[in-house]
């Protein structure tokens, strides 16, 4: 294992998923930490021999979009979904991996949450 900090990566996509109204976190059948709302997946987290892996959840036009950024890829297996993730995400990408993450959620909650985030951010 290389020396990328998996644990403080995690810790902030915690921080990120959890403060999402009825976000839960799980360990899937395959071993990954999985952030799901409703049932519906909407960050997936993991580490391989290159470090650590964060996949969530896009629409296509998204997805297109962040393809064109040399640090963003299409997730295996679930990537023809609108998957999109990023490996040893660094300090200056947090920020927008933060809006991404609540996009994620946006698309896999149910009504009334997006709803109560919405009545939560709106000025």
Request: charged letters at 25%.
């Amino acid at each position: 294992m290389n020396s990328v900090n998996t644990a403080g990566m995690l810790e902030n996509v915690r921080k990120i998923c959890l403060a999402l109204p009825e976000a839960v976190e799980i360990i899937d059948g395959f071993g990954h930490k999985t952030f799901k709302v409703n049932g519906k997946s909407f960050v997936i987290t993991g580490e391989n021999e290159k470090g650590f892996n964060l996949s969530f959840k896009s629409d296509r036009e998204t997805q297109a979009l962040l393809l064109q950024k040399e640090y963003f890829f299409k997730t295996p297996y679930i990537g023809q979904h609108g998957w999109v993730s990023i490996q040893n995400p660094n300090g200056e990408v947090w920020d927008e991996l933060a809006d991404l993450i609540q996009e994620a959620y946006l698309r896999a909650a149910p009504k009334r949450l997006v709803q109560k985030w919405k009545e939560l951010h709106t000025n």
